[in-house]
């Protein structure tokens, strides 16, 4: 939609109100799986606007229902986790024209611009005359969080879900299609002993580096781009111990499902062939991302082209969508339409010396602003 001047003059009578905001909630450490303070932050900062009805559910999502529920649903998110584990006051420096914290883009800044948009609608009393909105600061997208956030909503609302937009990362790329993963953690034992006294005795360093030198071997299926990796390993005693035990973090991914599903028989096919040789062998799933279901390609081909417009319109560029691992995973593999964007530029994400440009947080807004108050459809205040 065309943002009208009347709408302009109020993000532009609101950038420092904005800002003043990204600083604060930059600094509030949030880890997935432990996200309550900002959730806590986010859902009393709403209801100070004037928004009713916000709510936090029970997987510390933030949702700020926009007219009834009841029937077809808009969903715009954007997640409240960081990668970071700190849970004192994250860093924050401000200069050369940049805010440097670590999560100030990855994704607190698409935070602040979806707030400031629910913002203009508490206050201006603003609700769709067919169908509702759901404005969710959601938890639980990075890493282990297991996209827990974006599964609730799913669960709770999916059958009337019709489009799907998550703010997440830059403005110069977009995701329309899901790349999904499997992560596992490997665990081998053995009987170990004296590294003197028990030489000979099976080592679980040793087949645990046997497992991985065995996992590297595989070419990955051909078809969409298929990836794997092993992240952590630790285990043993001491220099002088044979290791009873040891263990490994290890992921796939794939961009298609039935590449996924052979990586998945590979490793069960290698932890068979390590537990055949007698020695221990667990595996635990802790984290599963699904690749895209059966989208319709026009529906999903419309709010990419909106995406594109909004993005030319305020950054005055043009973007490139790629398939990703994001909260739009979960509607994607329901079949309902859904893509990713981001309302800033910036660079350094998922590093503690992370930044955000700060002239481009006032177009980014403009491109939240243009995308949630365009979703609202004909619209009329509250009475």
Known sequence: MSLSPSILEYIEQHRQEALDLLLNLARIP???????????????????????????????????????????????????????????????????????????????????ALLMAAKYIAE??????????????NSGEEGLGNLRGSRRIMDTFGDRVRAFFSFDGTCSGGVNAAVGSRRYRVEITTEGGHSYAKFGNRNAIAYLASLIDTLYTMKVPEGGRTTYNVGTI????????????????????SDDRDSLAIMERHLHAALDFY???????????????????????????????????????????????????????????????????????????????????????LPGLRLAFDLVLGSLGPAEPRK
């Open 30 to 112: 949030a880890p997935s799986n432990h996200e309550e303070r900002r959730a806590a932050f986010c859902k009393l900062w709403l209801e100070k606007q004037g928004a009713q009805g916000v709510y936090i559910d029970e997987a510390l999502n933030v949702i700020y229902p926009v007219g009834g529920t009841d029937g077809p649903l808009t969903v715009f998110m954007a997640h409240s986790d960081v990668v970071f584990p700190d849970t004192e006051a994250l860093p924050l420096v401000v200069e050369g024209g940049r805010i440097q914290c670590p999560g100030v883009g990855d994704d607190t800044a698409n935070v602040v």
């Open 234 to 253: 630790s285990g043993g005693t001491s220099v002088n111990t044979i290791a009873q035990q040891a263990e490994m973090l290890y992921e796939f991914r």
């Open 275 to 361: 537990r055949a040789k007698g020695v221990g062998v667990t595996a635990e799933l802790i984290g599963d991302r699904p690749c895209s279901g059966d989208v319709d390609p026009a529906a999903e081909q419309a709010l990419m082209d909106r995406a594109a417009a909004a993005v030319r319109e305020h950054f005055g560029a043009e973007i490139t969508f790629s398939p990703g691992s994001t909260d739009c995973n979960v509607p994607l593999s329901l079949g309902i339409p859904a893509v990713c964007i981001g309302c800033y530029e910036g660079g350094g994400a998922h590093t503690r010396e992370e930044y955000v440009e700060i002239d481009s947080l």
């Open 124 to 137: 201006h009393r603003l609700c769709p005359q067919e169908g509702g909105l759901l404005l969710v600061i």
